[in-house]
Antibody
């Protein structure tokens, strides 16, 4: 079955760039589907960050668009997130997930999530 | 302030039926976009519960059901069990502001 695993630094300094990678196993990204990033601040709800198609086309949350870049590496079967100029408000558990049913569909499955703390 | 509005909390006794509402607008649910539901147990990643308004993925008990009407959707849980205590989120797509996936604020279900 398809499995996703997030990885990256757990601590990022304010004003720096947060970088995470999502490794996909059990399915080849180049075969299709959109793939997405979602985050959840401690004790709060879910926020969609953005999604990418296997071809590389992207769409982002308008509120984060100026700071977000999502890319895909089909050779490594993974996709990545970069969020620039981070502040404490970007502290959250970051999840990656596969998007089914087209770009307006549902997220399944999800990775286990990785906590990123923004602090000096 | 979430684009999709859910009650912060609901509760019910074991065996009872509870519903969780998800209210949107003419740019998301009312525009015909599907609603999907997730269950998040404490300390774990969200898990897909209902997709396409009313479809259950394999392995999800038929105690869980979803519906959609107008600008709202609902998740119903019958035969409430202690293991159902979790946070529940609705999700859809919003066509305003260049388009965006949107989540509800989440509902905490407490089994009394």
């Amino acid at each position: 079955q398809v499995q996703l695993q997030e990885s990256g630094p757990g601590l990022v300094k304010p004003s720096e760039t947060l970088s995470l990678t999502c490794a996909v196993s059990g399915y080849s990204i180049s075969s299709g589907y959109y793939w997405g990033w979602i985050r959840q601040p401690p004790g709060k709800g879910l926020e969609w960050i953005g999604s990418i198609y296997h071809s590389g086309s992207t769409y982002y949350n308008p509120s984060l668009k100026s700071r977000v870049t999502i890319s895909v590496d089909t050779s490594k079967n993974q996709f990545s997130l970069k969020l620039s100029s981070v502040t404490a408000a970007d502290t959250a558990v970051y999840y990656c997930a596969r998007l089914s049913g087209s770009y307006v569909g549902w997220f399944d499955p999800w990775g286990q999530g990785t906590l990123v703390t923004v602090s000096s | 302030q979430s684009v999709l509005t859910q009650p912060p909390s609901v509760s019910g006794a074991p065996g009872q039926r509870v519903t969780i509402s998800c209210t949107g607008s003419s740019s998301n649910i009312g525009a015909g976009y599907d609603v999907h539901w997730y269950q998040q147990l404490p300390g774990t990643a969200p898990k897909l519960l209902i997709y396409g308004n009313s479809n259950r993925p394999s392995g999800v008990p038929d105690r869980f059901s979803g519906s959609k009407s107008g600008t709202s959707a609902s998740l119903a849980i019958t035969g409430l069990q202690a293991e159902d205590e979790a946070d529940y989120y609705c999700q859809s797509y919003d066509s305003s502001l260049s388009g965006s996936m949107v989540f509800g604020g989440g509902t905490k279900l407490t089994v009394l």
